[in-house]
């Protein structure tokens, strides 16, 4: 049954801080979903899916992707490296959720020798045309296209990188303030703000939030819209 779509971005309003929670690997699945929307989290994502087994597998899809009505607003995210295997994954859900994430933080080693993942943050090229197949093949022009990604060692590579992601037509960036080859060092609180800064549409801070004081925290630290 196809869900009445609203579009996400405009969940981001001045002067509020949007609550998500985040693609979590095993966690963010319809169950969980359910539950942290009865305490007014805003914006949900499932855990990310491998788009080319989700497009040529049914039970892929039937074991990766589980909604009903009231699990919205939802946005799947996607491992992807390939343009049109994105925009065939993203038209499967357009019906049942209100946008695609693309994954371009995922630091595990898997990921990245398949071309998934944090890789993508130096491969601009292919993720401008990742974004663009999306939104060419996606008539709803209510359906988000976002990114999740990782700094660079040098910011203003990360900048160039959102501002090309910009210029491609994504909806929102959601920045893990570390960079592919941090773990557990302190979250590069400054650069998402420099990100922020330099960015006409919303970002998502992502890295070290665990409570309502830590969002406090990181809003006054970085002016980002959500978290």
Request: aromatic share 6%; glycine share 6%.
């Amino acid at each position: 049954m196809t869900m009445d779509l609203k579009n996400p971005v405009d969940l981001f309003q001045p002067g509020r801080v949007l609550k998500i929670c985040a693609p979590m690997v095993r966690y963010s699945k319809l169950a969980f979903r359910t539950l942290v929307r009865k305490y007014e989290c805003d914006l949900c994502f499932t855990p990310m899916i491998i788009a080319e087994s989700f497009v040529k597998s049914i039970k892929a899809r039937d074991s990766e992707f589980t909604t009903n009505q009231a699990d919205g607003p939802l946005i799947v995210q996607f491992a992807a490296n390939d343009p049109q295997v994105l925009a065939d994954a993203a038209g499967i859900v357009s019906p049942f959720a209100d946008g695609v994430d693309l994954n371009c933080g995922c630091p595990q080693r898997w990921a990245v020798a398949e071309g998934y993942g944090a890789c993508l943050i130096n491969k601009p090229e292919l993720l401008r045309d990742m974004l663009r197949q999306v939104r060419n093949q996606i008539e709803n022009p209510n359906f988000s296209v976002s990114i999740k990604i990782r700094i660079h060692k040098d910011i203003k590579t990360t900048v160039e990188l959102c501002r090309k992601a910009e210029a491609a037509g994504v909806s929102w960036v959601t920045v893990h303030g570390r960079t592919a080859e941090e773990r557990h060092q302190p979250v590069h609180y400054d650069a998402i703000k420099i990100i922020k800064e330099n960015m006409s549409i919303p970002v998502i801070a992502n890295g070290d939030i665990k409570n309502l004081k830590d969002v406090a925290t990181t809003h006054q630290a970085t002016g980002v819209d959500g978290m």
